[in-house]
């Protein structure tokens, strides 16, 4: 994993420098636009970079020469690392704008234990005694931070794109890269449309209907997306492609799946997040409509009743967390988990990629399913 | 203005083009993405389309032929003109961006008279009998709207981008987008925090500051960023570029300017709005710091304590207007935007421009100067 935590390295490093050379023009207009740079940067450091790995791997995965940073760096960078490590940072801070209009909208109060974008700006306000409703100016502040973001993103993935020496890669990229915006905007409005609306959809649907979510928010974003932008960069034949999106959707559908059943069962003390989270912010998941499936009608009344009720007790928590065991939901999840993570390695296992890459996939579908945060 | 009118036809089939392109795409991931389409559709439907038009003018005015529409078609068109049709619509959906996420803001219900994007998601979801808070929903809905329309833009104004036969203009063009993007996001914050902020700043510092919100959210936005933009994509000289600064930005200060006064005395008749609007919202325009500089300290504790009040009475109203008329405001605005129009149309006069560009500036000047709504 030398080459990731390397790859994560310089992500950072990027990000740290497009922001520093976005501060002096920001400064240029007003001293009062610091927070845009202060708070940019906060939720720009660290994170799991899943993105931007899925990125550089599917970059690494149609280079024939073998890994990038084995060799000495004066003899060994391929002319587009810098290309790819640009347009990988670039995802990252469309994430990080993501992340901030997702609070606003979920009205949380932190991201990754920190004030979240709106909190921040809200606390301004309240600090500096200015006129008005503190919540709206926080909610309104962050709103156009997180645009300010998106055009961010967009400004460095097309730097990226600029220093790819092929024209025919960038326009690929750069279509994978439009695709990716709008596939997970609209899987965002499915999500809250679905949240709002699965009471007056058929019955029979709800399943499908959470799923689209998954495939939509998720996984394309999270791991397809990303493999198939990097793919593109480095000038990938349409099979090479076609293998590395046959492992992302599945490999996205069960981090998505797996995280699912860490919102209701997961440790708090790993996920940094209270016990049955989900269950009170009421998210119609895959799980959850699994379970219900298989609950008596009876069971399936109570159980609406109480999911997404913001007040629930540890001991109705438990009760609906028991309701979801019993319902044999689990083990539904755990075998769809299964069987992704296979469909995934067995694409991989004889895809016409490099051999580290693929073997390198293969680890990350690891990590991903198994992880417990 | 026959040019004019036929580029207005142009974008707008360009524009109901693009949206075309993109129906099947988000139907096909699901149904209930109509809205997106159809509301789009909405929102991009009429408009003055200045920023178009000047992004148009920018690319004439350093064309060294004569007009494109006066030829006939077939052996007329410049090789750019898709190119500019495509990213002066890129332009206008853009703004489209910004007034879906300005509504959310400003939590305004009409948007043309029609209501705004988030009261029609609050609308299905009233209708649907959706679970959860209709208009938590209707701005959640609203601000991915929004972001969707900031990446379809940037999708366009990139499509626009390639099919231009110089990469340099191409990068010019893009490197102007990008600064337009940042400083009208930040503009936008600048004016928000004036209107929290303006109580606890230097009473001497608030006409620059009002000054400073006109530049950045109005002044480039609407008018110098769009000549720039069309400028750099027609393959200007530094010292072409440079001229089409010197006029646009007066121009965009006298346009704002004009808006503010027609904020406070348009005719309800004309402008569409009620009849002292910005008084009722409190908006800290470079007007009201002119007035309030121009008052004894013991009126501009009532006028202070009156302004932003939404309920205030027409017979307050009319006060408001009065005390501003009695200040002299009303005079040194007036003599503001004279001396930018003059200031432009100097600059214009003598500039390495086309000349019908330059005849059509001057009276684009006066059209933006004079208008009553």
């Known amino acids: 994993m030398a080459e ?6 310089l992500v950072q490093t990027r990000i740290d420098e497009f922001l520093a050379e976005q501060t002096p023009q920001l400064a240029s207009i007003a001293p009062e636009l610091d927070p845009f740079i202060t708070f ?11 993105r931007a790995l899925f990125c550089y791997w599917g ?18 960078a391929r002319a587009d690392l810098p290309a790819v490590v640009t347009a990988a940072s670039a995802l990252e801070v469309f994430h990080a704008a993501a992340l901030v209009h997702d609070d606003i909208m979920d009205n949380s109060d932190t991201r990754r234990g920190s004030p979240s974008a709106h909190k921040r700006f809200e606390s301004m306000h309240i600090d500096g005694l200015w006129l008005g409703n503190s919540s709206v100016f926080g909610k309104s502040a962050a709103l156009l931070l997180g645009d300010l ?4 993103s967009d400004e460095l993935f097309d730097t990226g794109l600029r220093q790819l ?4 890669a960038a326009r690929a990229a750069r279509t994978e890269y439009n695709l990716m ?6 899987g965002q409005y ?13 019955e029979a649907e709800l399943l499908s209907r959470a799923h689209r979510v998954i495939v939509y928010k998720s996984a394309k974003y999270s791991v397809e997306a990303p493999l198939s932008i990097g793919a593109a960069l480095g000038g990938a034949s349409l099979q090479q492609r076609a293998a590395l999106r046959e492992y992302g959707l599945p490999i996205g559908i069960a981090y998505q799946l797996r995280d699912d059943m860490l919102g209701v069962f997961g440790d708090p003390q790993i996920t940094g997040k209270p016990a049955g989270d989900d269950l009170r912010e009421g998210k119609r998941t895959v799980l959850i409509a699994l379970a219900r499936a298989g609950m008596s009608s009876s069971s399936r009344r109570i159980f609406d009743e109480l999911l997404g009720d913001r007040d629930l007790e540890e001991t109705q928590v438990s009760m609906l967390q028991q309701t979801i065991r019993d319902s044999g939901a689990i083990e539904r999840v755990e075998s769809i988990i299964d069987r992704n993570v296979g469909q995934a390695i067995d694409t991989i296992r004889d895809a016409p990629l490099s051999a580290s890459a693929r073997e390198q996939l293969i680890q990350l579908a690891d990590t991903v399913i198994k992880r417990a945060s």
């Open 181 to 186: 915006r709008t596939e997970v905007t609209v």
């Open 59 to 76: 970059w690494q995965a149609v280079a024939s020469e073998g890994s990038v940073f084995d060799l000495a760096p004066e003899n060994s």
């Open 165 to 168: 020496p092929s024209a025919d």
């Open 40 to 50: 940019s940067r906060g939720f720009l450091a660290g994170g799991k970079r899943f």
């Open 190 to 202: 499915l999500d809250i449309l679905e949240e709002s609306s699965w009471a007056t959809a058929e």
């Open 149 to 152: 973001l998106l055009s961010w």
């Open 4 to 9: 990731s935590t390397r790859l994560v390295d």
